[in-house]
């Protein structure tokens, strides 16, 4: 999808306020609370493609970072600092991931499956990193990476595959709201 499309740039923002919107959904699990973002994320890499699905992420954590409250935990510089920071860091790259498998693809439930799966395990590959070096620099525990495994990506796992499953269910639903969008491309 190309960035220069009009009604792309107009979808770009309201990706990041679902982003926003998902924050708030959430069930409080320490050290990291389960949302449901990461379902927007995933969503707004195949609605939009990966650079302007990875753009709406951006524009989500600058929002954030700024010290609006629209982050899980609130929002401010300080947030960069917090353990679950690198789970932010990762939507970025988990949309655009998405968004790369299921581009120029029918939103069939294998391909929305594959895209949401990619997604999903891109946001634990640079969320848990960051957790375990928090766990181990800041909260000085030995076991850092183990902890981060259990409480960063263990405990969301089956969560998250409902998350996929909705999503290839929804998806193909919502191809054809994606196919009007002009893609720009020759």
């Given at each position: 999808m190309s960035i220069s499309s009009r009604h792309t740039l107009a979808l770009i923002p309201v990706f990041a306020a679902l982003t926003a919107a998902g924050a708030f959904i959430k069930l409080p699990?320490?050290?990291?609370?389960?949302?449901?973002q990461n379902l927007f994320v995933v969503m707004s890499?195949?609605?939009?493609?990966?650079r302007a699905g990875?753009?709406?992420q951006v524009i989500y954590?600058?929002?954030?970072?700024?010290?609006?409250?629209v982050f899980s935990g609130g929002g401010g510089p300080g947030y960069v600092l917090s353990p679950t920071f690198g789970y932010l860091v990762g939507f970025i790259a988990a949309s655009a991931v998405s968004g790369y498998v299921t581009e120029g693809k029918p939103f069939s439930v294998?391909?929305?499956?594959?895209?949401?799966?990619a997604g999903m395990l891109t946001i634990y590959l640079i969320g848990?990193?960051?957790?375990?070096?928090?766990?181990?620099?800041?909260?000085?525990?030995?076991?850092?990476?183990?902890?981060?495994?259990?409480t960063g990506m263990m405990l969301f796992l089956p969560g998250d595959a409902l998350k996929c499953a909705v999503l290839?269910?929804?998806?193909?639903?919502?191809?054809l709201l994606?196919?009007?969008?002009?893609s720009g491309r020759k």
């Open positions: 699990v320490a050290p990291v609370p389960i949302t449901m890499g195949m609605m939009l493609g990966p990875a753009i709406s954590i600058i929002i954030g970072i700024m010290g609006i409250p294998r391909n929305v499956l594959a895209g949401s799966v848990m990193p960051y957790l375990a070096c928090y766990l181990k620099i800041v909260m000085k525990k030995p076991d850092a990476f183990w902890i981060a495994a259990k290839a269910m929804v998806m193909p639903r919502l191809a994606r196919d009007a969008i002009p």
